[in-house]
Antibody, heavy 124, light 107 residues
């Protein structure tokens, strides 16, 4: 059974950098069959795609966040991570990590497994 | 960026009703369209991928159709557990944008 679990601080100060880690069990982050992605959701609002990382280390980021985002992976720990810098109150959200299935026999990909999400509040 | 527009933003329906939600892309995305269901306090769950393929384990009352720019999610007979918010997402190009969501409420 595939499981993803986000971890990191629940409260971060403005202008600081957020660091979140997603630990994957039941599947390898080094697999060529998947991307790994971060999605966020401000309280009471919709979903925003932050970016994705492939096992080769290649990344795609949302242009709206690109100057502040970086993603990495640690295959030895089966984890991938998100860093978001220069935080403001607008970055307050539930942050989800998810697995992106690349091959499904059609016009893929899709997000087939998600973590439970972690609420990050940006406040002094 | 490809903009995804869902309609309606919310709807009220009764158990047993047929419900249809539409999603329009700002440019053609072929069939790179997924539908997710989200319940309060929970992560989204994929229902439909590649516009019309039912994810394993999802009840057959859910169906999807469309290609190009116009897509539909249909719930044939609404059940109590279907009251939730539904999102479409295009996976054609980055950033892989979501629609704003459609909240299905009890009438």
């Amino acid at each position: 059974q595939v499981q993803l679990q986000e971890s990191g601080p629940g409260l971060v100060k403005p202008s600081e950098t957020l660091s979140l880690t997603c630990t994957v069990s039941g599947g390898a982050v080094s697999s060529e069959s998947y991307y790994w992605t971060w999605i966020r959701q401000p309280p009471g609002k919709g979903l925003e795609w932050i970016g994705e990382i492939y096992h080769s280390g290649s990344t795609n980021y949302n242009p709206s966040l690109k100057s502040r985002v970086s993603m990495s992976e640690d295959t030895s720990k089966n984890q991938f991570s998100l860093k978001l810098s220069s935080l403001t109150a607008a970055d307050t959200a539930v942050y989800y990590c998810a697995r992106v299935l690349l091959h499904c026999g059609g016009d893929c990909p899709l997000l087939d497994y998600w973590g439970q999400g972690t609420l990050v509040t940006v406040s002094p | 960026d490809i903009q995804m527009t869902q309609s309606p933003s919310s709807l009220s329906a009764s158990v047993g009703d047929r419900v249809t939600i539409t999603c329009r892309a700002s440019q053609s995305i072929n069939s790179y369209l997924n539908w997710y269901q989200q319940k309060p306090g929970k992560a989204p769950k994929v229902l439909i991928y590649a516009a019309s393929s039912l994810q394993t384990g999802v009840p057959s009352r859910f169906s999807g159709s469309g290609s190009g720019t116009d897509f539909t999610l249909t719930i044939s007979t609404l059940q109590p557990e279907d009251f939730a918010t539904y999102y479409c997402q295009q996976s054609y190009s980055t950033p892989k944008t979501f629609g704003q969501g459609t909240k299905v409420e009890i009438k």
